[in-house]
Protein backbone atom coordinates (compact mmCIF):
# COMPACT_ATOMS: atom_id res chain seq x y z
CA UNK A 1 0.00 0.00 0.00
CA UNK A 2 1.39 3.58 -0.79
CA UNK A 3 2.38 5.71 1.97
CA UNK A 4 -0.47 8.54 2.73
CA UNK A 5 2.16 11.56 2.42
CA UNK A 6 3.12 10.26 -0.70
CA UNK A 7 -0.94 9.82 -1.70
CA UNK A 8 -1.95 13.24 -0.26
CA UNK A 9 0.78 15.00 -1.84
CA UNK A 10 -0.02 13.19 -5.53
CA UNK A 11 -3.86 13.75 -4.94
CA UNK A 12 -3.56 17.65 -4.06
CA UNK A 13 -1.01 18.26 -6.57
CA UNK A 14 -3.38 16.73 -9.43
CA UNK A 15 -6.56 18.38 -7.99
CA UNK A 16 -5.12 21.88 -6.54
CA UNK A 17 -5.64 23.44 -10.12
CA UNK A 18 -8.86 21.71 -11.35
CA UNK A 19 -9.96 22.22 -8.24
CA UNK A 20 -8.85 26.20 -7.90
CA UNK A 21 -11.09 26.52 -11.85
CA UNK A 22 -13.68 25.03 -10.70
CA UNK A 23 -14.93 27.26 -8.20
CA UNK A 24 -14.63 30.37 -10.55
CA UNK A 25 -17.47 31.36 -12.71
CA UNK A 26 -21.10 30.47 -12.82
CA UNK A 27 -21.53 26.59 -12.84
CA UNK A 28 -18.15 25.45 -12.52
CA UNK A 29 -15.98 25.70 -15.88
CA UNK A 30 -13.46 23.82 -16.22
CA UNK A 31 -10.68 22.93 -18.25
CA UNK A 32 -8.56 20.14 -19.29
CA UNK A 33 -7.43 18.23 -16.84
CA UNK A 34 -3.48 18.12 -16.20
CA UNK A 35 -1.50 15.41 -15.83
CA UNK A 36 -1.42 13.35 -12.74
CA UNK A 37 0.16 10.25 -11.99
CA UNK A 38 -2.86 8.55 -10.97
CA UNK A 39 -6.87 9.13 -10.41
CA UNK A 40 -8.70 8.34 -7.32
CA UNK A 41 -11.43 5.97 -6.54
CA UNK A 42 -14.58 7.20 -6.03
CA UNK A 43 -17.15 5.93 -3.44
CA UNK A 44 -20.49 7.52 -2.89
CA UNK A 45 -22.59 6.21 -0.29
CA UNK A 46 -26.29 7.96 -0.18
CA UNK A 47 -28.65 7.04 2.85
CA UNK A 48 -32.35 7.79 2.48
CA UNK A 49 -33.63 9.98 4.86
CA UNK A 50 -31.09 10.49 7.29
CA UNK A 51 -30.87 13.32 9.11
CA UNK A 52 -27.88 15.69 9.66
CA UNK A 53 -27.58 14.41 13.53
CA UNK A 54 -28.30 11.03 13.22
CA UNK A 55 -24.63 9.30 13.87
CA UNK A 56 -23.02 9.00 16.70
CA UNK A 57 -20.34 11.52 15.63
CA UNK A 58 -23.43 13.78 14.56
CA UNK A 59 -25.38 14.15 17.91
CA UNK A 60 -27.64 11.05 18.03
CA UNK A 61 -27.38 10.20 21.81
CA UNK A 62 -27.75 6.74 22.00
CA UNK A 63 -26.80 5.62 18.36
CA UNK A 64 -23.24 3.23 17.72
CA UNK A 65 -21.73 3.96 14.77
CA UNK A 66 -17.70 3.29 14.64
CA UNK A 67 -17.16 3.20 11.00
CA UNK A 68 -18.74 5.84 10.78
CA UNK A 69 -16.83 8.09 13.25
CA UNK A 70 -14.09 6.75 12.53
CA UNK A 71 -14.67 7.90 8.93
CA UNK A 72 -15.66 11.71 10.15
CA UNK A 73 -12.60 11.43 12.45
CA UNK A 74 -10.10 11.17 9.15
CA UNK A 75 -12.13 13.05 6.71
CA UNK A 76 -13.69 16.01 6.27
CA UNK A 77 -17.32 17.09 7.88
CA UNK A 78 -19.41 19.82 6.10
CA UNK A 79 -20.99 21.20 9.06
CA UNK A 80 -23.32 23.59 6.59
CA UNK A 81 -23.96 20.95 4.22
CA UNK A 82 -27.39 21.22 2.57
CA UNK A 83 -29.88 19.57 0.50
CA UNK A 84 -31.52 22.05 -3.06
CA UNK A 85 -34.85 19.74 -2.87
CA UNK A 86 -35.94 17.81 0.38
CA UNK A 87 -36.97 15.20 -1.24
CA UNK A 88 -35.91 11.92 -2.63
CA UNK A 89 -36.44 11.28 -6.20
CA UNK A 90 -35.70 15.05 -6.89
CA UNK A 91 -32.47 15.29 -4.61
CA UNK A 92 -30.99 12.19 -6.10
CA UNK A 93 -30.81 13.55 -9.61
CA UNK A 94 -29.37 16.86 -7.73
CA UNK A 95 -26.71 14.60 -6.55
CA UNK A 96 -26.15 12.73 -9.69
CA UNK A 97 -26.48 15.59 -12.12
CA UNK A 98 -24.85 19.17 -10.11
CA UNK A 99 -28.22 20.46 -11.27
CA UNK A 100 -31.15 22.15 -9.17
CA UNK A 101 -34.22 20.35 -9.84
CA UNK A 102 -35.79 23.45 -11.84
CA UNK A 103 -33.01 22.69 -14.70
CA UNK A 104 -32.83 18.39 -14.57
CA UNK A 105 -36.63 18.29 -14.15
CA UNK A 106 -37.05 15.51 -11.62
CA UNK A 107 -39.06 17.85 -9.68
CA UNK A 108 -41.56 15.46 -7.45
CA UNK A 109 -41.39 11.60 -6.36
CA UNK A 110 -44.33 11.02 -9.47
CA UNK A 111 -42.72 8.32 -12.02
CA UNK A 112 -39.72 9.89 -13.56
CA UNK A 113 -38.34 6.43 -15.69
CA UNK A 114 -37.54 7.64 -18.94
CA UNK A 115 -36.75 11.03 -17.89
CA UNK A 116 -34.24 9.49 -15.68
CA UNK A 117 -32.82 7.40 -18.64
CA UNK A 118 -31.83 10.86 -19.86
CA UNK A 119 -30.10 12.33 -16.90
CA UNK A 120 -26.26 13.61 -17.62
CA UNK A 121 -25.07 12.46 -14.44
CA UNK A 122 -21.05 11.91 -12.89
CA UNK A 123 -21.27 8.22 -13.71
CA UNK A 124 -21.71 9.49 -17.39
CA UNK A 125 -18.83 11.32 -17.67
CA UNK A 126 -16.53 9.52 -15.84
CA UNK A 127 -17.34 6.34 -18.13
CA UNK A 128 -16.09 8.15 -20.83
CA UNK A 129 -12.57 8.97 -19.06
CA UNK A 130 -11.92 5.40 -18.51
CA UNK A 131 -13.61 4.59 -14.93
CA UNK A 132 -15.08 1.51 -14.17
CA UNK A 133 -18.66 2.01 -12.99
CA UNK A 134 -21.29 1.06 -10.73
CA UNK A 135 -24.51 1.38 -9.05
CA UNK A 136 -25.67 -0.87 -6.58
CA UNK A 137 -28.76 0.16 -4.86
CA UNK A 138 -31.53 2.10 -4.67
CA UNK A 139 -32.29 4.76 -8.05
CA UNK A 140 -36.08 5.82 -6.73
CA UNK A 141 -36.96 7.73 -9.88
CA UNK A 142 -39.29 5.62 -10.75
CA UNK A 143 -40.47 2.10 -10.46
CA UNK A 144 -38.15 1.03 -13.21
CA UNK A 145 -35.16 -1.20 -11.81
CA UNK A 146 -33.24 -1.39 -15.44
CA UNK A 147 -29.98 -0.15 -15.94
CA UNK A 148 -29.33 3.78 -16.28
CA UNK A 149 -26.78 4.95 -19.03
CA UNK A 150 -23.42 5.12 -17.87
CA UNK A 151 -23.28 3.06 -15.41
CA UNK A 152 -20.91 -0.71 -16.24
CA UNK A 153 -22.44 -2.60 -13.72
CA UNK A 154 -25.89 -2.31 -12.24
CA UNK A 155 -27.80 -3.76 -9.47
CA UNK A 156 -31.06 -2.25 -8.22
CA UNK A 157 -34.71 -2.75 -7.35
CA UNK A 158 -38.03 -1.27 -8.28
CA UNK A 159 -39.10 1.84 -6.71
CA UNK A 160 -39.21 1.75 -2.97
CA UNK A 161 -38.04 -1.74 -2.87
CA UNK A 162 -38.68 -4.26 -0.05
CA UNK A 163 -36.61 -4.38 3.32
CA UNK A 164 -36.36 -8.41 3.62
CA UNK A 165 -36.36 -10.69 0.17
CA UNK A 166 -36.17 -7.90 -2.12
CA UNK A 167 -36.63 -8.15 -5.99
CA UNK A 168 -33.08 -6.79 -7.68
CA UNK A 169 -32.64 -6.23 -10.71
CA UNK A 170 -28.81 -7.93 -11.50
CA UNK A 171 -27.16 -9.62 -14.51
CA UNK A 172 -30.27 -8.13 -16.74
CA UNK A 173 -32.93 -9.95 -14.81
CA UNK A 174 -35.08 -9.08 -11.93
CA UNK A 175 -35.41 -11.90 -9.24
CA UNK A 176 -36.41 -12.45 -6.02
CA UNK A 177 -33.51 -12.33 -3.50
CA UNK A 178 -33.20 -14.25 0.02
CA UNK A 179 -32.03 -11.47 2.57
CA UNK A 180 -31.91 -8.26 4.34
CA UNK A 181 -32.07 -5.25 1.58
CA UNK A 182 -28.41 -3.52 3.62
CA UNK A 183 -26.56 -6.67 3.64
CA UNK A 184 -27.12 -7.90 -0.28
CA UNK A 185 -26.42 -4.66 -1.13
CA UNK A 186 -23.25 -4.55 0.70
CA UNK A 187 -22.42 -8.14 -0.41
CA UNK A 188 -22.56 -6.75 -4.02
CA UNK A 189 -20.40 -3.39 -3.20
CA UNK A 190 -17.69 -5.86 -1.54
CA UNK A 191 -17.98 -7.94 -4.44
CA UNK A 192 -17.12 -5.35 -7.13
CA UNK A 193 -14.68 -3.85 -5.37
CA UNK A 194 -12.81 -6.80 -5.20
CA UNK A 195 -13.40 -8.43 -8.68
CA UNK A 196 -13.00 -4.36 -10.37
CA UNK A 197 -10.08 -4.89 -12.53
CA UNK A 198 -6.53 -1.98 -12.47
CA UNK A 199 -8.81 0.80 -14.38
CA UNK A 200 -9.94 3.60 -11.17
CA UNK A 201 -13.74 3.19 -10.31
CA UNK A 202 -16.70 4.95 -9.46
CA UNK A 203 -18.87 2.67 -6.85
CA UNK A 204 -22.36 4.33 -5.75
CA UNK A 205 -24.34 3.17 -3.00
CA UNK A 206 -27.63 3.82 -2.75
CA UNK A 207 -29.09 2.78 0.56
CA UNK A 208 -33.28 1.92 1.37
CA UNK A 209 -32.27 2.46 4.73
CA UNK A 210 -33.37 4.38 6.76
CA UNK A 211 -36.60 4.40 4.47
CA UNK A 212 -39.59 2.77 6.07
CA UNK A 213 -41.23 0.05 4.31
CA UNK A 214 -43.89 0.88 2.40
CA UNK A 215 -45.08 0.91 -1.59
CA UNK A 216 -45.25 3.62 -3.79
CA UNK A 217 -46.92 3.61 -7.16
CA UNK A 218 -46.02 5.86 -10.08
CA UNK A 219 -48.51 8.53 -9.63
CA UNK A 220 -46.74 8.84 -6.06
CA UNK A 221 -49.58 7.71 -4.43
CA UNK A 222 -48.66 5.24 -1.32
CA UNK A 223 -50.33 2.24 -0.68
CA UNK A 224 -50.84 2.37 2.80
CA UNK A 225 -51.51 -1.70 2.95
CA UNK A 226 -48.02 -2.62 2.88
CA UNK A 227 -46.97 0.07 5.66
CA UNK A 228 -44.48 -1.76 8.12
CA UNK A 229 -42.84 1.16 9.56
CA UNK A 230 -39.32 0.95 9.83
CA UNK A 231 -37.41 -2.45 9.98
CA UNK A 232 -33.60 -3.19 11.23
CA UNK A 233 -32.03 -6.53 10.68
CA UNK A 234 -33.41 -9.59 12.87
CA UNK A 235 -29.71 -9.31 14.25
CA UNK A 236 -30.24 -5.37 15.56
CA UNK A 237 -34.17 -5.78 16.82
CA UNK A 238 -34.68 -4.23 20.18
CA UNK A 239 -30.95 -2.98 20.46
CA UNK A 240 -32.29 -0.15 21.26
CA UNK A 241 -35.81 -0.54 23.21
CA UNK A 242 -36.71 1.58 25.69
CA UNK A 243 -33.93 4.44 25.21
CA UNK A 244 -35.65 8.25 25.09
CA UNK A 245 -34.34 10.98 22.73
CA UNK A 246 -33.87 14.40 23.80
CA UNK A 247 -36.30 16.12 22.20
CA UNK A 248 -35.31 19.65 20.62
CA UNK A 249 -36.35 22.92 21.59
CA UNK A 250 -38.78 23.29 18.55
CA UNK A 251 -40.29 19.86 19.48
CA UNK A 252 -44.17 20.21 18.68
CA UNK A 253 -45.67 23.19 17.46
CA UNK A 254 -46.00 26.29 20.25
CA UNK A 255 -48.65 29.19 19.88
CA UNK A 256 -45.59 31.27 19.61
CA UNK A 257 -44.40 28.82 16.69
CA UNK A 258 -47.69 28.57 15.06
CA UNK A 259 -47.94 32.64 15.03
CA UNK A 260 -45.31 33.05 12.75
CA UNK A 261 -45.96 29.69 10.51
CA UNK A 262 -49.28 30.25 9.04
CA UNK A 263 -48.36 28.46 6.07
CA UNK A 264 -47.52 25.18 8.40
CA UNK A 265 -50.18 25.75 10.66
CA UNK A 266 -52.88 25.48 8.18
CA UNK A 267 -50.97 22.84 6.98
CA UNK A 268 -51.29 20.28 10.13
CA UNK A 269 -54.51 21.68 10.57
CA UNK A 270 -55.48 19.85 7.52
CA UNK A 271 -53.50 16.48 8.42
CA UNK A 272 -55.69 16.39 11.39
CA UNK A 273 -58.89 16.58 9.53
CA UNK A 274 -60.97 13.07 9.33
CA UNK A 275 -60.51 11.99 5.73
CA UNK A 276 -56.98 12.35 6.14
CA UNK A 277 -56.71 10.51 9.27
CA UNK A 278 -59.11 7.95 7.97
CA UNK A 279 -57.10 7.31 5.03
CA UNK A 280 -53.31 7.51 6.56
CA UNK A 281 -54.23 6.12 10.09
CA UNK A 282 -52.11 6.68 13.23
CA UNK A 283 -49.46 4.32 12.58
CA UNK A 284 -48.25 6.06 8.86
CA UNK A 285 -49.14 9.57 10.62
CA UNK A 286 -46.73 9.27 14.05
CA UNK A 287 -47.70 12.78 14.38
CA UNK A 288 -45.23 13.82 16.78
CA UNK A 289 -42.49 10.39 15.89
CA UNK A 290 -42.78 7.89 18.66
CA UNK A 291 -39.62 7.03 20.50
CA UNK A 292 -40.33 3.48 19.17
CA UNK A 293 -39.61 4.82 15.70
CA UNK A 294 -37.04 6.74 16.58
CA UNK A 295 -35.27 3.54 18.03
CA UNK A 296 -36.18 1.42 15.03
CA UNK A 297 -34.57 3.79 12.70
CA UNK A 298 -31.07 3.86 15.14
CA UNK A 299 -31.54 -0.11 14.77
CA UNK A 300 -31.98 -0.21 10.67
CA UNK A 301 -28.66 2.52 10.62
CA UNK A 302 -26.70 0.01 12.59
CA UNK A 303 -26.92 -2.42 9.27
CA UNK A 304 -25.82 0.71 7.11
CA UNK A 305 -22.76 1.59 9.61
CA UNK A 306 -21.26 -2.16 9.02
CA UNK A 307 -21.92 -2.13 5.76
CA UNK A 308 -19.54 1.09 5.72
CA UNK A 309 -17.09 -1.07 7.76
CA UNK A 310 -17.10 -3.58 5.12
CA UNK A 311 -16.80 -1.70 2.10
CA UNK A 312 -13.63 0.29 3.95
CA UNK A 313 -12.28 -3.25 4.77
CA UNK A 314 -13.04 -4.39 1.24
CA UNK A 315 -11.01 -1.35 0.18
CA UNK A 316 -8.13 -1.97 3.02
CA UNK A 317 -7.50 -5.66 1.94
CA UNK A 318 -7.27 -4.72 -1.74
CA UNK A 319 -4.66 -2.11 -0.75
CA UNK A 320 -6.62 0.94 -2.50
CA UNK A 321 -7.96 2.51 0.34
CA UNK A 322 -4.98 5.09 0.32
CA UNK A 323 -6.30 6.17 -3.55
CA UNK A 324 -9.85 6.26 -2.53
CA UNK A 325 -12.45 9.19 -1.83
CA UNK A 326 -15.58 8.26 0.03
CA UNK A 327 -18.22 10.43 0.13
CA UNK A 328 -20.87 9.87 2.68
CA UNK A 329 -24.58 11.53 2.68
CA UNK A 330 -28.34 11.33 2.61
CA UNK A 331 -30.51 12.24 0.42
CA UNK A 332 -32.92 14.63 2.61
CA UNK A 333 -33.49 15.03 6.29
CA UNK A 334 -36.27 13.94 8.52
CA UNK A 335 -37.89 15.63 11.30
CA UNK A 336 -38.60 14.27 15.13
CA UNK A 337 -41.66 16.13 15.50
CA UNK A 338 -39.88 19.49 15.35
CA UNK A 339 -42.89 22.51 14.38
CA UNK A 340 -45.42 19.48 14.95
CA UNK A 341 -43.88 17.53 11.74
CA UNK A 342 -43.18 13.85 10.89
CA UNK A 343 -43.57 12.07 7.56
CA UNK A 344 -43.33 15.09 6.00
CA UNK A 345 -39.58 15.69 5.52
CA UNK A 346 -40.03 18.73 2.70
CA UNK A 347 -40.28 21.65 4.28
CA UNK A 348 -37.61 24.09 4.19
CA UNK A 349 -36.82 23.92 7.98
CA UNK A 350 -33.03 22.79 9.25
CA UNK A 351 -33.83 19.16 10.31
CA UNK A 352 -35.55 18.64 6.56
CA UNK A 353 -32.97 20.45 4.65
CA UNK A 354 -29.30 19.61 6.47
CA UNK A 355 -27.31 16.78 5.09
CA UNK A 356 -24.85 14.65 6.68
CA UNK A 357 -21.80 15.06 4.31
CA UNK A 358 -18.50 13.58 5.13
CA UNK A 359 -15.78 13.49 2.43
CA UNK A 360 -12.60 11.13 3.33
CA UNK A 361 -9.47 10.40 1.35
CA UNK A 362 -7.14 8.91 3.50
CA UNK A 363 -3.65 9.07 0.97
CA UNK A 364 -5.17 12.73 -0.32
CA UNK A 365 -6.10 14.73 2.55
CA UNK A 366 -6.50 15.47 6.17
CA UNK A 367 -9.12 15.43 8.57
CA UNK A 368 -11.21 18.24 9.85
CA UNK A 369 -14.23 20.48 9.61
CA UNK A 370 -15.22 22.85 7.12
CA UNK A 371 -18.14 25.38 7.46
CA UNK A 372 -18.60 26.48 4.10
CA UNK A 373 -22.03 25.70 2.44
CA UNK A 374 -22.24 22.57 0.72
CA UNK A 375 -24.77 21.78 -1.65
CA UNK A 376 -26.20 18.36 -3.09
CA UNK A 377 -25.52 20.04 -6.47
CA UNK A 378 -21.65 19.92 -5.41
CA UNK A 379 -21.23 15.77 -5.47
CA UNK A 380 -20.92 15.88 -9.02
CA UNK A 381 -18.40 18.92 -10.01
CA UNK A 382 -17.04 17.30 -7.08
CA UNK A 383 -16.12 13.98 -8.04
CA UNK A 384 -15.08 15.27 -11.47
CA UNK A 385 -12.52 17.37 -10.56
CA UNK A 386 -11.16 15.04 -8.22
CA UNK A 387 -10.80 12.84 -11.17
CA UNK A 388 -9.50 15.14 -13.72
CA UNK A 389 -12.57 15.05 -15.76
CA UNK A 390 -13.65 18.12 -17.35
CA UNK A 391 -16.54 19.42 -15.87
CA UNK A 392 -19.84 19.50 -18.14
CA UNK A 393 -20.84 23.43 -18.32
CA UNK A 394 -24.40 22.65 -17.30
CA UNK A 395 -23.08 21.70 -14.34
CA UNK A 396 -24.95 24.13 -11.52
CA UNK A 397 -22.71 23.16 -8.24
CA UNK A 398 -19.14 23.61 -7.20
CA UNK A 399 -16.83 21.53 -6.52
CA UNK A 400 -15.51 21.35 -2.96
CA UNK A 401 -11.64 20.35 -4.12
CA UNK A 402 -10.75 23.24 -2.95
CA UNK A 403 -12.02 22.97 0.72
CA UNK A 404 -10.37 19.92 1.12
CA UNK A 405 -7.04 21.26 1.77
CA UNK A 406 -8.38 24.91 3.47
CA UNK A 407 -9.93 25.01 6.12
CA UNK A 408 -10.28 28.88 4.86
CA UNK A 409 -11.20 28.78 0.59
CA UNK A 410 -14.04 30.76 -0.38
CA UNK A 411 -17.33 29.36 -0.61
CA UNK A 412 -20.77 30.85 -2.16
CA UNK A 413 -22.32 33.24 -0.33
CA UNK A 414 -25.97 32.18 -0.77
CA UNK A 415 -27.97 29.26 -1.94
CA UNK A 416 -31.27 28.23 -2.91
CA UNK A 417 -33.34 25.69 -1.90
CA UNK A 418 -36.56 24.81 -3.84
CA UNK A 419 -39.71 22.66 -3.60
CA UNK A 420 -42.38 22.23 -6.07
CA UNK A 421 -45.63 20.72 -4.24
CA UNK A 422 -47.95 17.53 -5.20
CA UNK A 423 -50.79 16.55 -3.58
CA UNK A 424 -49.62 12.94 -3.81
CA UNK A 425 -48.51 10.91 -1.58
CA UNK A 426 -49.77 13.54 1.20
CA UNK A 427 -52.72 15.58 -0.22
CA UNK A 428 -52.41 18.28 3.10
CA UNK A 429 -49.13 19.71 1.87
CA UNK A 430 -50.23 20.20 -1.84
CA UNK A 431 -50.17 23.56 -1.67
CA UNK A 432 -46.36 24.19 0.15
CA UNK A 433 -44.34 25.38 -2.78
CA UNK A 434 -41.34 27.56 -1.22
CA UNK A 435 -38.69 29.05 -2.75
CA UNK A 436 -35.86 29.50 0.17
CA UNK A 437 -31.99 31.30 0.12
CA UNK A 438 -29.24 30.77 3.06
CA UNK A 439 -27.11 33.66 2.99
CA UNK A 440 -24.91 34.60 6.13
CA UNK A 441 -26.98 34.16 9.12
CA UNK A 442 -30.36 34.22 7.82
CA UNK A 443 -32.53 32.04 5.72
CA UNK A 444 -35.41 33.55 3.82
CA UNK A 445 -38.65 31.24 2.69
CA UNK A 446 -41.36 32.64 -0.07
CA UNK A 447 -44.03 30.78 0.11
CA UNK A 448 -44.67 30.40 -3.96
CA UNK A 449 -48.72 29.71 -3.64
CA UNK A 450 -49.81 32.41 -0.88
CA UNK A 451 -49.72 35.79 -1.32
CA UNK A 452 -47.16 37.40 0.82
CA UNK A 453 -46.85 34.81 2.69
CA UNK A 454 -42.82 34.41 3.73
CA UNK A 455 -40.44 33.75 7.04
CA UNK A 456 -37.23 35.09 7.86
CA UNK A 457 -35.03 33.39 10.47
CA UNK A 458 -31.80 34.47 12.11
CA UNK A 459 -30.17 30.86 13.05
CA UNK A 460 -26.99 32.40 14.49
CA UNK A 461 -29.56 33.82 17.31
CA UNK A 462 -32.44 31.45 16.92
CA UNK A 463 -31.11 27.98 15.28
CA UNK A 464 -34.57 26.09 16.03
CA UNK A 465 -36.26 28.81 13.74
CA UNK A 466 -38.76 29.61 16.60
CA UNK A 467 -39.34 33.70 15.59
CA UNK A 468 -40.32 34.74 12.30
CA UNK A 469 -38.32 37.96 11.42
CA UNK A 470 -40.06 38.86 7.96
CA UNK A 471 -42.84 41.67 9.60
CA UNK A 472 -39.90 42.62 11.91
CA UNK A 473 -39.55 46.37 10.94
CA UNK A 474 -35.83 46.13 12.66
CA UNK A 475 -35.31 43.23 9.90
CA UNK A 476 -37.14 44.92 6.47
CA UNK A 477 -33.24 45.45 4.23
CA UNK A 478 -32.45 41.75 4.93
CA UNK A 479 -35.72 41.08 3.81
CA UNK A 480 -35.15 42.89 0.61
CA UNK A 481 -31.61 41.82 0.05
CA UNK A 482 -33.14 38.18 0.85
CA UNK A 483 -35.75 38.90 -1.62
CA UNK A 484 -33.23 40.20 -4.31
CA UNK A 485 -30.92 37.26 -4.10
CA UNK A 486 -33.42 34.85 -3.92
CA UNK A 487 -35.05 36.38 -7.32
CA UNK A 488 -31.40 36.17 -8.78
CA UNK A 489 -30.67 32.53 -7.66
CA UNK A 490 -34.28 31.43 -8.94
CA UNK A 491 -33.16 32.70 -12.39
CA UNK A 492 -29.67 30.90 -12.25
CA UNK A 493 -31.42 27.69 -11.30
CA UNK A 494 -33.31 27.67 -14.38
CA UNK A 495 -30.61 28.09 -16.59
CA UNK A 496 -31.64 31.50 -17.54
CA UNK A 497 -28.07 34.40 -17.69
CA UNK A 498 -27.87 35.71 -14.37
CA UNK A 499 -24.50 38.01 -12.99
CA UNK A 500 -25.81 36.12 -10.10
CA UNK A 501 -23.23 32.89 -9.74
CA UNK A 502 -24.85 29.74 -7.85
Known sequence: ?????????????????????????????????????????????????????????????????????????????????????????????????????ARHGIIDNTSRSYASHRLPTFARELQRAGYTTAHIGKWHMGNDPTPRPGYGHWVSFPGQGNVTNPELYENGTLRRVEGYITDLLTDRAEDFIRRTGAAPFLLYVGHKAVHPEIQQRDDGTVDVSTSEGFVPAPRHRGRYAGR??????????????????????????AKRSPDIQKSFGGAVLDAQVSEETIQARAEMMLAVDESLGRIVTALEERGVLDDTLIV?????????????????????????????????????????????????????????????????????????????????????????????????????????????????????IRWIRENDAHELYDLAADPFEMRNLAADPAHATVVAQAQKTLSALVLASLGLPTTHVL
Not at 37 to 49: E, G, K, S
Not at 244 to 264: C, E, F, M, Q, W
Request: aromatic share 10%; hydrophobic share 40%.
Open 1 to 101: MKTRAAGRRRFLAGTGALGMLAAVGAGNRAAAAPARAARPNLVVIVVDDLRFDEYGAGGHPYLETPHLDALARRGITFSQAYHTTPLCSPNRACILTGQYA
Open 328 to 444: FMSDNGSFFGEHGLSIERRFPYEESIRCPLIVSHPGGFGAGTRAAFALSVDIAPTLLDAAGVPIPRSVQGRSLVPHFSSATARGRDAFLVEYYGHENPFPWIANIDYRAVRFGRFKY
Open 244 to 269: KYPRRTNYGLSDADRGGKPVLDAVLE
